[in-house]
T-cell receptor, first 113, second 112 residues
Framework: SQTIHQWPATLVQPVGSPLSLECTVE??????LYWYRQAAGRGLQLLFY??????ISSEVPQNLSASRPQDRQFILSSKKLLLSDSGFYLC????????????FGPGTRLTVL | GESVGLHLPTLSVQEGDNSIINCAYS??????FIWYKQESGKGPQFIID?????DKRQGQRVTVLLNKTVKHLSLQIAATQPGDSAVYFC???????????FGQGTRLTINP
C-alpha cells in the first residue's frame, strides 16, 4: 500500500529564517506531487505541483519554492520566511494517469514569529 | 473555484440524525468529484468519489449525490456520530487536468 510522509510535524521559525519541508511517498512510482497551504479555519490553497522529477508548476506567486530531486520526494523551501508564511502545509500525491484522487500526508504546522 | 480566504460555514446536527453537506461547482466540464474529511490537525482523508456518468454512489454510511443539471454535489452521512465531527471538502477534476479544484469546506459539529 502507498504511504505519504511529511516532516517535521511542527516547526516554529523566526521571521527571515530559511525553511525546508520534506515530503516522501512510498509504494508507488511516477506520482504527481502537490503542496498545499491551509490557514487556520480556511480552505486549501494549492502552492505547487509536479508531474515529474525537476518539473514544478507554481500556482501562486510567493515567498516559497519547490523542488523534486527524486521521483517520490517533494521539498518546499524558502530563503527568508515571512509572518504570512505561517500555516498548515500539506503534501499530496496522485497517480499520473488519470490524476484524479489525491491522497494527503499528515501535514506540517509552521509558525513564523 | 477556490475560496481559500473565506471562513468555513458550519453545520450542526444532533447525534443520530442524518447530515447533508452541499457543494456547488461551476465547471460544467468537470467529470470527477471527491469528498474529503479533515479532522482537526490532520490531513484530509478520502471518503468517497463519483464520476459524472453516475448520479449516486453509496459507501459505508455515506452517500454522494451528483446533479449535473444544476452543478450540485452533496454528501449524506447516515446516523451521524461524534467521530464524524470534521471539516468536509468537495473537490472536482476535469479530464486531463493535473490538479483538483477544492470547495471552501463545511465544518460539521455534532450535538449530543
Amino acid at each position: 500500500s502507498q504511504t505519504i510522509h511529511q516532516w517535521p510535524a511542527t516547526l516554529v521559525q523566526p521571521v527571515g529564517s530559511p525553511l525546508s519541508l520534506e515530503c516522501t511517498v512510498e509504494g508507488t512510482s511516477n506520482p504527481n506531487l502537490y503542496w498545499y497551504r491551509q490557514a487556520a479555519g480556511r480552505g486549501l490553497q494549492l502552492l505547487f505541483y509536479s508531474v515529474g522529477i525537476g518539473q514544478i508548476s507554481s500556482e501562486v506567486p510567493q515567498n516559497l519554492s519547490a523542488s523534486r530531486p527524486q521521483d517520490r520526494q517533494f521539498i518546499l523551501s524558502s530563503k527568508k520566511l515571512l509572518l504570512s508564511d505561517s500555516g498548515f502545509y500539506l503534501c499530496a500525491w496522485s497517480v499520473r494517469v488519470p490524476p484524479d484522487t489525491q491522497y494527503f500526508g499528515p501535514g506540517t504546522r509552521l509558525t513564523v514569529l | 473555484g477556490e475560496s481559500v480566504g473565506l471562513h468555513l460555514p458550519t453545520l450542526s446536527v444532533q447525534e443520530g440524525d442524518n447530515s447533508i453537506i452541499n457543494c456547488a461547482y461551476s465547471n460544467s466540464a468537470s467529470d470527477y468529484f471527491i469528498w474529503y474529511k479533515q479532522e482537526s490537525g490532520k490531513g484530509p482523508q478520502f471518503i468517497i468519489d463519483i464520476r459524472s456518468n453516475m448520479d449516486k454512489r453509496q459507501g459505508q454510511r455515506v452517500t454522494v449525490l451528483l446533479n449535473k443539471t444544476v452543478k450540485h454535489l452533496s454528501l449524506q452521512i447516515a446516523a451521524t456520530q461524534p467521530g464524524d465531527s470534521a471539516v468536509y471538502f468537495c473537490a472536482e477534476n476535469t479530464q486531463g487536468a493535473q490538479k483538483l479544484v477544492f470547495g471552501q469546506g463545511t465544518r460539521l459539529t455534532i450535538n449530543p
